[in-house]
């Protein structure tokens, strides 16, 4: 999920593109094409989004750390 995009609204953007031209995500664990697998699908991409944001906030934290104690 989290190479697909990078933001929610992007991914949720993509996604109806894709389905307009008649191509389905498969997948072994979820059913995507109903409530329960939309559902799950937009809390993967949540929790995507949230990690790559935490992720650069820790870099940020880091890279300002090692400058200030340089």
């Known amino acids: 999920m989290s190479r697909i995009s990078r933001t929610l609204p ?22 995507f094409g109903t409530p329960d697998g939309i559902f799950n699908y937009n809390l993967l991409e949540c929790v995507s989004e949230y990690m790559r944001k935490e992720h650069s906030e820790r870099v940020k934290m880091g890279l300002a750390y090692k400058r200030a104690n340089s």
């Open 10 to 31: 992007i991914s949720l953007k993509l996604v109806k593109e894709i389905n307009k031209a008649n191509v389905r995500f498969i997948s072994i664990f979820a059913k």
